[in-house]
């Protein structure tokens, strides 16, 4: 039997720093339920990976695991032990840089920062201090011309209208306490009517990873756990330490930011807030790929230590995806492609009573395109949820068959964060069964035998980035398309990979297909596409001339990111519509559409349509309503809605294919797997939520039924049909001969 490759976290909470028998029955239970990894998590208690205790279990852990032939993986998130560093090395430690507004009247001025990160902290500077005019021009005031005072500090449970008058307070995540900072000041040269300030404050819970004293700790560290036979190491959500309120940096942030863009950070902080000049939205662009540089660089770093230890092939994870992509951006973790090189396999994160349904979906589909644009061998996907239910493990394990994902369940342990405690909870052997069957699919298929996809769709993350200065809501709204954009794929059958820039920069167009690392796709979707690469756009071109169909969703291009040279007449152009840009997009929603608040989450939906004025050349394409959802002209159509929904695919032809046209008459999602080295094609079929198969398929082969049972996997071939693996009630009735 081939090696599991289905993992399972532990937790070594404080009772397995003692009692290793009981640590060693879990691991033990874990793999008589087929699981074939297990990653060990040290945190959430008082001792971390620095103690010699915790350093006891783990070599007890992973000499429990080998004895039972799993691999075992340790977690050294730098979350859960930097604090510790930071405390005993300061100029590691972590700030956020606060912007605060203050009325300015005869030079005298007032401001209250909140600090929104992890505590102790303590002032580190006032980077930046700016003053307004009273003709409204915006000054960066140098340090000799305003003295400051320091007053005291205090807490506040409530969002005071003097200090949080820029900030909404969500009605789903009421505020919690927060400490200020005030600080009086006094400007010695120059009228101003307004000022902020930007006050860099020191966290001691969280390092600066961009630190020479950080990178040379998490070395030690390393070094320390050198004797324990470790398969593999990980970091868990590595992005941590972020806020929707303060800049992510440090000492050692700063020295790099200079040294990567030639210029202080300091002296262009007014830019992450406010302006979209072409140097405004560099100096955006400059910072949070700093942020995810430095992020890469100390994971890159550490990874390539552990290799040199622990072997060549040691296992590398886990999941960057952290808290919404909102937050991933302001922790530097928003480039899932780029950081998920460092990684052995494709990695995301979700929960299934969290969030909703689509967000779930959104996560499978990004696990499976991280897979294939980073040629990995495998994909799994962080499942977790509070309330469970065996309909979920077995309808959320067989969506994972259509996305070819292995499962990463976490809950091994005494204590898990307050979600169940396996082996001991009454799901443990739904949990079991479903890895065994995830386990069985990977045993059954070849590796390089993948779901096909029909479309690429841009991951354009940096669009929203440098737009986020002050258009939360743009990150929010482009996320509840893409999360609605995946489970309408799933309820239609019609899958797409997500592609990153670097990806689109260096792709190929021919015979009409945009070729991306082998793969064929004829058609291309940008949804909220308002800041586009060059490089990016040059391949839309090349589409567009190819033939490729190009669909632009949402908020409609406006420029290059580079250069700042428009793209509105030639949107217009391409679409056939009367020239329309960002301003004029984001004027008509702010005003005729309430939008989410920076403390919200992503709504379920965004029911938005900009008015188009369509030109002669050019077609509409209507709702059932008989309102214009999108326009077209030729192979480039944009959906002028901010999330299109059920009416997406309906206005999409189905995109031709050399594999087996299939016609499906039922409710049940499928999907083709193919491989380049072989002529296989492979039919996975699942059932709804609470629901049986009664699918009817119609192929150049033949037709087939599938009734009874919630899942199926069947070769499809041009004289037989040959059944692979599938539910034991599930029944297959074929006009073809069997196998």
């Keep these: 039997m081939k090696h599991s490759k289905q993992a399972m976290g532990l937790f070594l909470s404080p009772e397995w720093l003692h009692d290793f028998e009981d640590m060693a029955s879990a691991i033990q239970s874990a793999a008589d339920n087929g699981f074939g990894i297990i990653i060990c998590f040290a945190r959430h208690m008082h001792h971390n990976l620095h103690e010699p205790r915790v350093l006891a279990a783990v070599q007890a852990a992973a000499e429990a695991s080998h004895r039972c032939g799993l691999q075992f993986v340790l977690d050294m998130d730098w979350a859960h032990w930097g604090g510790r560093s930071a405390e005993e090395c300061p100029d590691m430690a972590m700030w956020q840089i606060v912007a605060k507004d203050s009325d300015c009247y005869r030079g005298q001025f007032e401001v209250s920062p909140a600090y929104e990160g992890g505590e102790p902290f303590a002032v580190e500077e006032i980077s930046a201090v700016y003053g307004w005019d009273a003709t409204g021009q915006v000054h960066r005031i140098p340090q000799e011309d305003y003295v400051l005072d320091q007053q005291d500090s205090f807490t506040s449970q409530y969002a005071y209208p003097s200090l949080d008058d820029d900030a909404t307070v969500s009605v789903y995540r009421p505020r919690q306490r927060t400490s200020y900072v005030k600080i009086r000041g006094r400007i010695q040269k120059g009228a101003f009517t307004k000022v902020r300030v930007y006050v860099a404050m020191r966290t001691f819970q969280y390092p600066d990873v961009a630190s020479a004293s950080y990178l040379e700790a998490q070395q030690h560290l390393l070094e320390r756990y050198a004797a324990v036979p470790l398969d593999g190491v990980a970091w868990d959500e590595p992005g941590k330490g972020g806020s929707l309120r303060g800049y992510k940096a440090g000492a050692g942030f700063m020295d790099f930011f200079q040294q990567e863009n030639g210029y202080d950070l ?42 040199q230890q622990f072997g060549e092939d040691c296992f590398l994870g886990t999941h960057h995806t952290y808290s919404g992509m909102a937050m991933d951006i302001r922790c530097g973790c928003a480039d899932y492609f780029k950081l998920g090189k460092l990684l052995t396999a494709a990695f995301t994160d979700t929960g299934w009573d969290m969030s909703s349904h689509s967000e779930t979906v959104y996560n499978y589909t990004l696990a499976d395109s991280l897979r294939k644009e980073l040629n990995k061998p495998a994909s799994y996907l962080n499942d977790w949820s509070e309330s469970q239910r065996r309909t979920w493990y077995d309808y959320y394990t067989r969506m994972k068959m259509l996305y070819r994902i292995d499962w990463f369940s976490i809950f091994l342990g005494r204590y898990s964060e307050g979600f169940p405690t396996f082996p001991w909870d009454s799901h443990w052997k739904d949990l079991g069964r479903n890895a065994q069957q995830l386990q069985a699919l990977s045993d059954a298929l070849p590796a390089d035998l993948l779901p096909e996809s029909e479309m690429a769709v841009w991951l354009s993350w940096e669009s929203q980035a440098y737009h986020e200065y002050s258009k939360y809501h743009y990150v929010r709204l482009w996320m509840t398309c893409n999360y609605n954009l995946s489970e309408q794929a799933l309820k239609h059958s019609r899958f797409f990979d997500y592609v990153s820039s670097e990806a689109l920069e260096s792709a190929q167009v021919e015979d009409g297909c945009l070729i991306l690392g082998g793969r064929r796709y004829p058609r291309l979707a940008l949804p909220h596409a308002s800041l586009i690469p060059a490089g990016v756009w040059h391949t839309v071109e090349a589409c567009i001339q190819a033939g490729v169909e190009v669909v632009f969703i949402g908020t409609p291009p406006s420029r290059i990111l580079e250069t700042g040279v428009s793209l509105a007449d030639r949107f217009a152009e391409l679409c056939g519509i009367e020239p329309v840009d960002f301003a004029d997009y984001d004027s008509w929603l702010t005003s005729h559409k309430p939008v989410p608040g920076y403390a919200d989450w992503e709504p379920e939906q965004a029911d938005f349509r900009f008015p188009v004025a369509k030109r002669e050349d050019s077609e509409t394409c209507l709702d059932t309503d008989g309102e ?22 309906r206005h999409l032809q189905s995109v031709p294919s050399s594999r087996p046209d299939l016609q499906h008459f039922g ?30 398929f119609v192929y150049e082969g033949g037709d087939f039924q599938l009734c009874g049972g919630t899942w199926a996997v069947l070769e499809l071939g041009e004289t037989q049909l040959r059944s692979i693996l599938q539910d034991a009630s599930c029944v297959v009735a074929s006009s073809v001969g069997t196998e």
């Design 266 to 307: 300091r002296e262009r902080l007014l830019d992450l807030d406010q302006g979209e000049s072409v140097e405004a939205i560099q100096t955006r662009r400059d910072y949070y790929t700093s942020l995810g540089a430095v992020n890469f660089n100390a994971q890159a770093a550490f990874n390539e230590q552990a290799k």
């Design 667 to 696: 409710r049940a999602s499928f999907r083709l797997f193919s491989g380049a080295d072989t002529d296989s094609v492979v039919l996975v079929c699942m059932a709804p939520l609470y629901a049986e198969l009664n699918e009817h």
């Design 628 to 649: 214009i959802i999108a326009v077209r002209r030729g192979a480039v159509t944009w959906f002028n809605a901010l999330d299109p929904r059920e009416q997406f695919f």
